[in-house]
């Protein structure tokens, strides 16, 4: 047997399972709408606004409704006092630009 | 038919040579797959996450109005209700309850929220499945909360909210609003904040710009907003990931720029047998392009795989801890594979483009020199 | 094919301090299907000489005909071309390729020209068999004696069924009675009809019954042959 022979059909078989997870993600938007469906019905009924991914602090547990008013600032930039800060982009201008 | 062949022989070629050195090339090989799984599983993560947050948060009320008392979040008055007054184009609007409870028990942050829809009993509550987790409980025990007032209530846990909305539920606790009133100290006549649901997006500014203007002392957030926010999180520059990654990555390039580059007396004497037993030139570039095509193909087919399992079949579990920071509660959920093509193409490019460049242009060099080197 | 050297010179780092005339004009005719040597003290240029005949290098002046063709002038992919097809090299130090196997050093010179592979192992298996080596063919090189090396570079050397064998001090690494067994090797090869080139400096090689022509070379010149 040839060196290249196990080599290739190594490289066809990857290649193939990478196809098929390009080919995976495009045929999935209907049931991934479907499977997040439960999740939408929550939102809607309480009217939630953030995902319950950084529950260390009111800031970053509601990112989207901290606050820029504080004396201490509530924002993830301000100053780090939890590891999620640092993966938290600042509010770009204007994202909650009203009533300021 | 002829140009796969000898592609082929090229391959045979490298291949033995590259197995003389086992241990080197695989090392090589592994740490090179590594560095692409960490890369792919960040960024099919954070763009699998950002697709999630925004179908779902499409759901997420359009406006949401927030009193603003001393620079801070306030209560809002019950007669703000009314004060908004007639605005075309809102369809309805209720005040929430809502807040935050720390649980000393376990050291962890829950929030608060009352759920008039499950028409809870005021000593029930509904709870999210990462609480369940953490505290050990499920429906039928008993959750004990110390009030504002210093009293003690219990609540039975009427039920979990299902599990697989975790990513949005893990903290919540549902109480009656009865219950959320007497023990959080919100006295009748106040809410946490309003909600607005408006059927037209167009007519949102327009909204938001009245309701300012009629009630000074709030700000409404728009669902644009929340959703904006959400785009923007993760941003490619931010993160302490990446600046680990950034360490690792240069510490790659530096180890596969030696490892590529340096050629040693060996290797150009090897070169200079090829072509002097009648290898051309470009036999012997085509032949390093493969070895460097080989290793960084391979590299990069096995990190994107290994990402892709880790992210969508394996909850992406060695980013909770980074995600988790020091909360204590943290959703189990699984995302939905999307894929961003460009993404894709991005990290393939970066990966096996410099790796194939640095083994071929040194080559350059040996293998332009004439081939009569061997006789002397 | 008949090879025609007409006044050819080779000089290194041309035009630097450091230049040097390593051929001063030489003017050969060599026959087909004949075993000839060139002799000559070290230094005296046979190598040189050898490959320019063997399209390893080119002559600063002068022409190299090769039948009716003339190698001086042509492009380095067309050099290639008649380099692998025409000659077959034997060099000094063997000049295998370590960690790589028997088989593989044998059918490295025709991965270029990709013949079929089943045909191309079926032809380095019989090379091996004919020289001997047949039990050695998955071994690595390095695990080889200078006698078996020897051999298997023969074996490279013909894998492209070359019309001329250019053999550069094939004898230098080996004793006597290896040497010997190589002479009796290049016999058999000039009987299959092959045009064989030796340069040494080792009586067992030049005074060989084998050997049909001898050229002496002196300081870059022909002295005698
Ligand atoms: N690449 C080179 N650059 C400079 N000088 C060279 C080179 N190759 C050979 N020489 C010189 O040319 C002369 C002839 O060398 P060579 O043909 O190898 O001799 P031989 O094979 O007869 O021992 C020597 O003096 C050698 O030093
Ligand atoms: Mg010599």
């Known amino acids: ?100 | 038919m002829g140009w796969l062949r000898r592609q082929r022989y090229l391959l045979d070629f490298i291949l033995a040579s590259l197995l003389r050195r086992k241990g080197k090339n695989l090392g090589l090989l592994l740490v090179y797959s590594l560095i692409v799984f960490m890369l792919a599983s960040v960024m099919l993560f954070t763009h699998a996450l950002k697709r999630e947050m925004g179908l779902v948060l499409q759901a997420s009320p359009e406006i949401i109005l927030q009193r603003i008392e001393a620079g801070r979040h306030a209560l809002i008055p019950e007669d703000y209700l009314q004060k908004i007054g007639r605005l075309r184009g809102v369809t309805a609007r209720k005040g929430r309850l809502w807040g935050y409870f720390y649980d000393p028990a376990v050291r962890a942050n829950y929030t608060l929220m009352v759920a008039p829809e499950r028409r809870l009993a005021d000593s029930e509550v509904i709870i999210g499945s990462a609480i369940a987790r953490t505290r050990g409980i499920g429906p039928g025990d008993y959750l004990t909360f110390r009030a504002h007032d210093g009293e003690a209530y219990s609540f039975r846990v009427r039920e979990l909210l299902a599990s697989d909305t975790e990513l949005f539920s893990a903290d919540l606790v549902l109480m009656s609003e009865r219950a959320f009133r007497i023990s959080q100290g919100v006295t009748e006549g106040w809410y946490t904040d309003i909600v607005l649901s408006v059927s037209n997006p167009l007519e949102l500014e327009k909204i938001a710009e009245k309701l300012t203007l009629r009630l000074p002392d709030t700000r409404p957030i728009l669902r644009e907003e929340i959703l904006r926010t959400y785009d923007a999180i993760f941003s490619w520059r931010q993160g302490i990931l990446f600046v680990l990654l950034l360490g690792a990555i240069l510490a790659f390039v530096i180890f596969a720029w030696d490892k590529a580059s340096g050629l040693s007396a060996e290797e150009r004497r090897e070169i200079g047998i090829l072509k002097a037993v009648g290898w051309e030139t470009g036999d012997v570039l085509r032949m390093k392009f493969w070895e460097g095509a080989i290793l960084s193909l391979m590299a990069f087919l096995l990190g994107y795989l290994l990402a892709y399992l880790h992210v969508f079949h394996a909850s992406a579990s060695l980013f909770e801890p980074v995600l988790k920071g020091w909360a204590v509660l943290y959703p189990a959920f699984r995302l939905t594979p999307v894929i961003d093509g460009l993404q894709v193409a991005t990290l393939f490019f970066f990966s096996v483009f410099p790796y194939v460049v640095a083994t071929i242009i040194p080559i350059w060099q040996v293998s332009v020199t004439d081939p009569d080197a061997v006789m002397r | 094919m008949r090879i025609v050297l007409e006044d050819v010179h080779k000089v290194f780092n041309q035009g630097r301090p450091n230049a040097h005339e390593a051929i001063r004009g030489v003017s050969l005719s060599i026959e087909p299907n004949r075993v000839t040597c060139l002799k000559g003290a070290s230094g005296s240029g046979k190598s040189t000489l050898l490959s320019m005949i063997g399209c390893l290098s080119r002559p600063t002046a002068g022409r190299i005909h090769l039948g009716e063709r003339l190698l001086s002038g042509l492009p380095e992919r067309f050099l290639t071309d008649i380099r692998r097809h025409t000659f077959g090299f034997i060099f000094q130090q063997f000049n295998l390729i370590s960690g790589l196997s028997v088989l593989e050093n044998i059918m490295l010179p025709a991965y270029p020209l990709a013949p079929d592979h089943r045909q191309l192992t079926a032809t380095a298996s019989a090379l091996l068999d004919r020289f001997g080596l047949a039990h050695k063919a998955r071994n690595p090189v390095q695990w080889l004696s200078g006698g078996e090396a020897q051999r298997v570079a023969i074996c490279r050397a013909l894998i492209n069924d070359p019309r001329i064998l250019i053999a550069d001090e094939p004898t230098a690494n080996l004793d006597t009675r290896l040497s010997r067994d190589f002479m009796e090797q290049i016999r058999r090869l000039r009987e299959s009809g092959r045009t064989v080139l030796i340069t040494s400096h080792d009586p067992v090689v030049f005074d060989s019954p084998v050997v049909e022509r001898v050229i002496e070379l002196c300081d870059g010149r022909v002295v005698g042959g």
């Open chain 1, 1 to 100: 047997m040839r060196k290249s022979d196990p080599l290739l059909s190594l490289f066809a078989l990857l290649a193939g399972l990478f196809l098929w997870t390009l080919a995976g993600s495009t045929r999935s938007p209907q049931v991934a709408a479907e499977r997040l469906d439960p999740v939408r019905r929550l939102v809607s009924e309480l009217g939630l606004s953030d995902p319950a991914l950084f529950t260390e602090a009111r800031y970053t547990r509601h990112l989207s409704q901290a606050d820029l008013h504080s004396a201490f600032q509530d924002h993830p930039m301000a100053l780090e006092h939890f590891p999620s800060g640092s993966l938290l982009a600042p509010p770009r201008p204007g994202a909650h630009g009203r009533g300021e």
